[in-house]
């Protein structure tokens, strides 16, 4: 830690190696709690899977969440700090909220995404602030201007301020093992070729095969929108539990 004196006390300051130890720190905050998070969109959809941890058996489950609606027809999940991920969303409601009323439309997924990664990057450079030890993934259904069909988007803001839209990712505790999963299955079959039900089972055996072990209904949150039902929804655990057995059948 020696060679790190000077440089990570202050979040504007850059190592000689060309790193700001502050955003390095909110990276490592965003798998501490253990918990991982895969998305993948289909052709009709876009699924959103994530660990589901009570950590006391007082606590009320269904008090405890990741998944959160951002509007009718964007979702998030916040994988890190809980505190944070609530101020982010927080802070997309209000982006949301602010361009429907200026614009009278409903905001992009995409445009949404880099907003908040706006304020994620301004986060990086102010003394005042410290980076959000958080990664947001963002799920909807965006409208075409052509033909106005409706396409699924997945969106990941991170710590750091960078954004980018996805096929499919994991991020959190055992991340790489869980996009190595992911790639696996994308060499197989293009993620934007699958159904619903096709895509969520990729999903839950990435989640399973990097985490070593198999899983309940009951033990993670699925959040989705799709073509038929656009509004971001939790997907009921007993569906999930089919898509668990098989997963499990497959195997």
């Keep these: 830690m020696a060679s790190r004196a000077g440089f990570d006390k202050y979040i504007t300051v850059f190592s000689p190696e060309g790193t700001l130890y502050q955003v390095e720190y909110a990276f490592s905050a965003v798998k501490y709690p253990g918990l991982l998070t895969v998305a993948i969109r289909s052709k009709d959809s876009a699924l959103v899977v994530t660990q589901h941890q009570v950590p006391d058996r007082l606590m009320r489950p269904e008090s405890i969440t990741s998944l959160f609606k951002i509007n ?45 990664a706006d304020k994620a990057q301004v986060r990086t450079q102010q003394a005042g602030l410290r980076p959000m030890g958080v990664v947001s993934t963002f799920i909807g259904m965006d409208q075409l201007d052509e ?66 072990s198999s899983v309940k209904a009951t033990e993670v949150e699925v959040g989705r929108c799709s073509v038929t039902h656009p509004s971001f929804e939790r997907v009921p655990d007993a569906e999930v539990e089919e898509w668990l057995t098989a997963v499990a059948e497959a195997d």
């Excluded at 979702?75 to 890190?80: A, I, L, Q, S, V």
């Excluded at 409601?93 to 949404?112: A, C």
Aim: hydrophobic share 40%; with cysteine; aromatic share 8%.
């Design 72 to 116: 009718d027809t964007i979702g998030c999940c916040t994988t890190g700090r809980a505190p944070d991920g609530k101020a982010q969303v927080q802070n997309a409601r209000e982006e949301s909220s602010e361009y429907k009323l200026k614009y009278g439309l409903p905001i992009p997924v995409s445009t949404l995404a880099k907003r908040m």
């Design 147 to 212: 033909d106005g069909s409706l396409v699924p988007q997945i969106w990941m803001v991170d710590p750091a301020g960078f954004y980018c839209g996805y096929h499919g990712f994991a991020v959190g505790k055992k991340q790489a093992e869980a996009n190595a999963a992911l790639e696996k299955h994308q060499k197989v079959a293009a993620f934007d070729t699958l159904t619903e039900k096709e895509a969520a089972m990729i999903a839950l055996s990435a989640l399973q095969s990097a985490i070593g």
